[in-house]
């Protein structure tokens, strides 16, 4: 998957720039999801969470709801909320229904990672 320099550059690239960033490792939390998960704070304090997919297949409801389990699940780990979450899609095709309840839900989605 994705390291940590790779996925803080391309947020830079976004006007993101983070002072403090590391990697979460989803064993702690009992997860098996092929997912890379960074937490980051930004300039202003802000905690961000960035959520990096390398799947294939479609992304669905199913798989975004999986996601915001993984979320809760880390919030729990961590002790604090984040106020900016992203999900970056590297070569998968995502449901416009689970694009709409991402942006509902307060999501950035990038696709356009290469």
Do not use: P
């Amino acid at each position: 998957m994705a390291d940590l320099k790779y996925i803080v550059e391309f947020m830079s690239s976004k006007g993101k720039i983070f002072k403090s960033s590391q990697k979460i490792d989803l064993n702690l939390l009992q997860s098996r999801k092929k997912l890379d998960v960074f937490i980051c704070v930004d300039l202003k304090g802000f905690y961000n969470i960035i959520f990096h997919t390398n799947q294939k297949s479609r992304i669905t409801l199913a798989s975004i709801d999986s996601i915001f389990e993984l979320e809760n699940k880390i919030i729990a780990h961590q002790k604090h909320n984040n106020k900016f979450k992203y999900l970056l899609i590297s070569q998968a095709a995502l449901c416009s229904k689970a694009k709409d309840i991402l942006k509902q839900r307060g999501w950035r989605v990038y696709n356009d990672l290469v």
